[in-house]
């Protein structure tokens, strides 16, 4: 197995025990070596504050790292972080962007975005 995936998957076994800043410390050394799903989860840390100070600069960054790898969720969870923060303009684009690329949630916002 891949050690990007060995990570990968050791991040999320940590993330379930709720042992979040070990969690984030593993997504991150299997984002930085290129795996997409942690570059995306890595991003939910920083977006949420979970194991790491809320960053949601940071969270940008990896959402597109993963984004630019083809990864539908990281822009629905970039829209996601967009709308919350009250930047419409940007959770539009986003939204938009993840139903392109195929992410069911992402088109149910744009059929119902008030939900």
């Known amino acids: 197995m891949p050690k990007n995936r060995a990570e990968l998957e050791y991040g999320c076994d940590l993330y379930e025990e709720g042992k979040f800043q070990e969690a984030f410390l593993a997504f991150q050394r299997a984002a930085k070596l290129g795996n997409p799903q942690a570059q995306v989860n890595l991003a939910n840390l920083y977006d949420a504050?979970?194991?790491?100070?809320?960053?949601?600069?940071?969270?940008?960054?990896?959402?597109?790292?993963?984004?630019?790898?083809?990864?539908?969720e990281a822009a629905y969870n970039l829209a996601v972080s967009y709308k919350q923060q009250g930047n419409t303009k940007w959770a539009q684009f986003w939204f938009k962007r993840a139903s392109e690329m195929g992410d069911e949630d992402a088109m149910d916002e744009l059929a119902n975005p008030s939900s």
């Open 49 to 72: 504050g979970e194991g790491v100070e809320q960053d949601r600069k940071h969270a940008a960054h990896w959402y597109n790292l993963a984004i630019k790898k083809g990864v539908p």
